[in-house]
């Protein structure tokens, strides 16, 4: 066993018995390295990644790649999941390198962290075009040992090109004309045929869903509905969607949405939760009701730690394979569910007797199927000529008999460890379903798993860790943790009024503002000043898989800012708008969580104030009521009469009380407030208006 097998993170504890040396990222294997003269092999990846698992087979447990790696350089393993800062600065090192990136990430740099050679995906030997292991490893010992000045010189413009392209100063005001260049571009790129944008392989991106609901309903463009909703639809019907298990798969390999990366991320299934749950808000829809109960129910089974926090990730391969836990042969399923039901169940869902499914790199027929749908509900109705009751009777179980046959196969890894970021996304997603959806159990759900958070993954500082397994929390925490973390405990709070959630809010929004803000430039850096010292310190608004840190804090302070009143938290988040404008101005498509926030900005958001007891049956009737009419442009407090807690986190609600002692509405546009009222459907008129 290596030094990783001190580390909690399940991937660095894969590569515990290979025989190469590795050092977990820190100060011993930079000391080491400097000590010895060598230069640096760092390879970043997730417990998930198949590419990951293909080169560890092939080179890592390999002991002659081993040997070359051990006589020549200090290897370092990074989970990119546990230190997102050295992941980001080294993959736009690569991206500047090659032009593409990706995981598992290989990088050669000097012991003071400068890169000079970057790739992805090295075989053991040459493959093709693709130079492997035998040929890199070599060339690049022999040039550090002869060739030193020429790597030097290198890793010089690297580090130059970093640090001029990482700097950022404030720009223009945001135009409200990007709103339509957005739509414009994805109108340009929307796949008429299977929904999504552009080609395969193609990514949920739920934040550019909620984009696109969100300027239908500013802009009155039904055609912005209509792509987020066909995109919805179509990542349902495809094999991206686990039709026994529920929950979705990474991303879909072709344009059909149906042949999946089957590793399941914690933060796609937070975010497509939020997506369904505004496609159901502007709709009314019940099938995007549906969708966002399956996915909770994944994660309540399979994803949820017994003290209250969510589970990271689920492997892609089982048994060595990518996808064998979930795909199925004709014959299995047949000879499960018997010839009439097996037949109903093979049609209904594109089973074939020779296979679905290809291998990814041969695209040869494995004889095995993934589970997709064609059709919806009402046409698989009329083709099999039976009723809607009939039809989920047959669904629910067929599905629950495939489902308890699958549990008896070898399971995917499961990465549990939990991560603060993308807890906080999913706590937002649950307390969000818990609010729209008027169901208890997610909002509790959410409440345990914020709870367990402040009160094991906190420094005594009041700072957050980025980590916790197996009883110990550790590492720092980075932006995404704090900006995603404000963001769970807005939903929170509106989800269940408790002032403690808020004002939560509000002290980590302040340690934000201390750690990671920009005093020269505006915006926030990625990792805390003093916890690592890289050849840039990071700052970025794009948004990835998941939505930039950047613009998820600037639509929390919006937010804030009309829930507390202190105008500072819009001032903030003007500021963040200024230094991403340029490039969200030229490339909005990145940019969307950015747009959605300028959105709220723009489309006259209003403060929706209810007055009364939250025990009383007029207030509870008032809240549901008001939470059950879509308005992406508003925040709701409910002031109880009796407890001035709001107050001292809100000191402009000092002044609106209840009429007659009856639940009273206020309706308020900037803190002016319109004349009170004690008629919900007067209030939501105004509300309206």
């Known amino acids: 066993m290596n030094r990783l097998a001190h580390e909690q993170s399940p991937y660095l504890l894969q590569h515990a018995d290979n025989p190469v040396d590795w050092y977990p990222w820190g100060d011993e294997a930079f000391q080491k390295a400097k000590e010895l003269d060598r230069p640096i092999f760092l390879s970043i990846g997730y417990s998930t990644c198949h590419w990951c698992h293909v080169m560890e087979h092939e080179s890592f447990e390999d002991d002659s790649v081993a040997k070359l790696l051990n006589d020549n350089f200090i290897s370092i393993k990074v989970d990119r999941e546990e230190r997102p800062e050295v992941d980001h600065v080294y993959m736009a090192v690569c991206q500047a390198m090659t032009g593409g990136g990706g995981w598992p990430l290989t990088i050669f740099m000097t012991p003071e962290k400068e890169p000079f050679f970057a790739g992805t995906y090295f075989p053991k030997d040459r493959r093709g075009q693709r130079p492997g292991m035998f040929q890199v490893v070599p060339a690049i010992a022999d040039a550090w040992k002869n060739k030193r000045q020429d790597i030097l010189e290198s890793k010089d413009r690297i580090k130059g090109y970093m640090q001029q392209s990482n700097k950022s100063s404030l720009g223009d005001a945001l135009p409200d004309s990007v709103f339509q260049t957005a739509f414009t571009y994805f109108k340009d790129q929307f796949d008429t045929k299977n929904g999504g944008f552009g ?3 193609k990514f949920p991106s739920a934040h550019n869903l909620v984009y696109l609901i969100r300027y239908s309903e500013y802009s ?3 055609h912005a509905l209509k792509m987020a909703e066909e995109t919805l639809k179509a990542m349902r019907k495809g094999g991206i969607f686990d039709h026994l298990g529920f929950g979705f798969h990474r991303y879909s390999t072709d344009s059909h949405w149906r042949v999946p990366h089957f590793e399941k991320m914690l933060y796609d299934n937070a975010m497509l939760t939020m997506a369904y749950l505004e496609a159901f808000g502007a709709t009314g829809d019940k099938d995007y009701e549906k969708v966002v109960r399956e996915i909770l129910t994944y994660i309540t089974r399979d994803m949820t730690d017994p003290e209250g926090g969510f589970y990271s990730a689920e492997d892609a391969d089982s048994e060595g394979e990518e996808g064998k836990f979930y795909v199925w042969t004709a014959e299995e399923i047949q000879s499960i569910l018997g010839p009439e039901d097996g037949g109903r169940f093979v049609s209904i869902f594109n089973v074939s007797n020779d296979g679905n499914f290809h291998d990814e790199a041969t695209q040869k027929q494995t004889g095995s199927n993934i589970l997709y749908l064609r059709e919806d509900w009402n046409a698989i109705e009329k083709r099999h000529n039976i009723d809607e009751k009939k ?15 699958r549990k008896t196969r070898i399971h995917p890894l499961k990465d549990d460890k939990i991560l603060t970021d993308w807890n906080g996304l999913m706590i937002a997603a649950m307390a969000k379903a818990g609010a729209v959806l008027d169901d208890p159990d997610y909002v509790n759900r959410a409440k345990k798993a914020t709870d367990f958070i402040l009160k094991n993954m906190k420094t005594e500082d009041g700072n957050l860790y980025k980590r916790s397994r197996n009883g110990q929390a550790g590492l720092p925490g980075h932006l995404d943790d704090y900006s995603f973390l404000v963001w769970g405990l807005i939903e929170l709070y509106e989800a269940t009024f408790e002032t403690q959630y808020l004002q939560e809010a509000v002290h980590l929004s302040n340690k934000m503002i201390t750690d990671f803000w920009d005093s020269d430039n505006g915006g926030f850096f990625l990792g805390r000043l003093g916890d690592e010292e890289l050849i840039v310190r990071a700052k970025t608004g794009y948004d990835g898989a998941i939505p930039s840190g950047n613009s998820v804090a600037a639509f929390c302070f919006l937010r804030l800012g009309r829930m507390t009143g202190n105008t500072q938290w819009l001032d903030y988040a003007e500021t963040i708008f200024k230094v991403f404008s340029k490039s969200a101005v030229s490339y909005p498509r990145g940019f969307t969580q950015l747009l959605s926030a300028f959105l709220f900005q723009t489309n006259n958001p209003v403060e929706f104030v209810i007055v009364g007891s939250p025990e009383n049956e007029m207030t509870k009737h008032a809240v549901n009521h008001v939470r059950g009419q879509y308005n992406p442009n ?15 986190i809100a000191p402009w609600t000092e002044a609106q009380n209840q009429i007659e002692g009856k639940t009273t509405f206020y309706v308020c546009e900037n803190f002016a407030c319109k004349q009170p009222t004690t008629d919900i459907k007067t209030a939501l008129g105004l509300l309206d208006e």
């Not at 039809?391 to 046959?405: G, I």
């Not at 407090?637 to 807690?645: G, I, M, R, S």
């Open 199 to 201: 080609k395969a392989p």
């Open 220 to 222: 009155g463009d039904a």
């Open 634 to 648: 508003r925040v709701l407090l409910l002031k109880n009469p009796d407890d001035t807690a709001l107050e001292k």
């Open 391 to 405: 039809l989920d009777e047959f669904f629910h179980y067929t599905r629950s008999v495939l489902f308890n046959e």
